[in-house]
């Protein structure tokens, strides 16, 4: 174990017994402390499968796992303590009021009740007014933020939010990731699964991505940006091309729009070098443009590629 | 141990209890009051007594036992299925918890609450007919036994069941038949020797007599035995609930 290292996963193997593929194939990642780590994959992935596994709510077939040097299987009762969970689903009681659910579940993970503890949670997600609320007259986006209460209730030193923004409004967005940010800060690991890219890209130190229960790539998000990245400009052009002019055949360009765009896209290894001499080669052939706009790849453009080769 | 656990489900149970405390109190108040009427008043006056003791008082042991069976299977066993119907057993699954600490948190709620039902059947029964317990302890070991085993054997009828059909079958076609055909109602000898022969298969018989026992120190079978199959109730129970855990059974994928 590395001194940052506070989840290490290795050969992870899971087969559910209904089915004819795994869920999960020698599936091993190692999470540093303090980090922030996107695992995005399409449905049917093994997210939630990963991670239920990792919470002990799922046995692997094979595999081990440590959390903060702890085997989870021995020393499972030190593992489990610093975890928290928030489900993919919203499963919470009807009856139980958000008080006396929060308390249970801080209890349950065999802490002393520390009430202005849980008062702070409450207020940080808002809920401090329907505390004594049973928990069916929340809303699908309060009980979401429940979820995360209740999670929270016990001080876990890693979080697992599984597609923590599914059913949330944007303001609620934009809250929860400050709040992740925060809890970040204060040194808790997150470990989250998101299907909205823009999510991983805001927030995430690192990306995971997993498809067909295997796990495709780990990276450094901006590392990653860079690595794929393409850097696009598009050139609107003050009269319209009919073809491409031989001089630019060297780049890699293309006509757009009825000839009246041209985009032209660079590999980040030889950027500037190559937008200046695409630049000069336009003057010298005389292709004049009215206007300009330069565009980075997003990750989800880097997303569907990689799936498509995986 | 994780006591702190074992704890907030205990509470989580008698809380979930204390929600529908009226239902709790009047139905075995309303169905005590029944059995009197119907078994105690209108038959029991053409009884009168069954091995020297008033009917109306001999019927109580065997209908605490009936309210206490079928009470704790049907506690224990929706105490862990609801949490499984719903999904929200995830918070379990993740938490530092053995089985056995889960076992003690949901047997204790539903034994609690059979234990309270108990009591109130006991305290009607006071006011309709004369009532004496002449072995006070035993009645108490007799009746803590067989709650824990009863809300052992809904717990593993809560983790088997897949709906709710399934969690009602073996209540209602084992538990009800086996505890009406207990003797709460007769005594063995009242029965045709071939009757009385097959009733010693069923063990219910020997709960209730051991009960009944230390109320009136009459009993139908041998006292010991009746202990022997008392504990070997609870035994199984907890051999069962072992091997569930052992083997994850219907509690993990
Ligand atoms: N309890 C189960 N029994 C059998 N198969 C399962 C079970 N849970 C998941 N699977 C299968 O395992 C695979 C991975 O599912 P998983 O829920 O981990 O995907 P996911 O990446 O979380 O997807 P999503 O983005 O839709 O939440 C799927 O093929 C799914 O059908
Ligand atoms: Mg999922």
Known sequence: MSATEILSITSLHKHYGNSPQPALENVSLSIKAGEIFALLGPNGAGKTTLINIVTGIVTPTSGSIAVGGFDSVRDFRKTRQMIGLVPQELLVEAFETVWDTVRFSRRLFGKA??????????????????????????????????????????????????????????????????????LRGEGVTIILTTHYLEEAEEMADRIGIINHGKLVMVEDKDSLMQRLGKKQVIFTLSSPLSVLPPALRDFTVELNSQGRQLIFSSDPSSTTK??????????????????????????????????RSS | MNFHAIWAIYCHEIKRMLRTISQTIVSPVLSTTLYFIVFGAAIGSRISEVEGVPYGAFIVPGLIMSAIMSQSVANASFGIYFPRFTGTIYELLSAPLSSWEIVIGYVGGAATKSLIIASIILLTAFCFVELHILHPWWMLAFLLLSTIAFSLLGFIIGLWADNFEKLQVIPLLVITPLAFLGGSFYSLPMLSPLWQKISLFNPVVYLISGFRWSFYGQADVDLQLSLLVTCLFLLIGMGLVWWIFRTGYKLKN
């Open chain 1, 113 to 182: 009740p520390q009430d202005t503890y849980l008062e702070q949670i409450l207020h940080d997600l808002s809920l401090w007014d329907k505390r004594h609320q049973p928990i069916r007259y929340l809303s699908g986006g309060m009980k979401r933020r429940l979820l995360i209460a209740k999670a929270l209730a016990h001080e876990p030193r890693v979080l697992f939010l599984d597609e923590p923004s599914a059913g949330v409004d944007v303001e609620l967005r934009r809250s929860m990731w400050d709040l992740v940010k925060r």
């Open chain 1, 274 to 307: 190559g937008i200046s001499r695409f630049l000069q080669t336009l003057q010298a052939a005389q292709i004049n443009f009215d206007d300009f706009e330069s565009k980075n790849s997003s990750l989800e453009e880097i997303f569907i590629q990689l799936l």
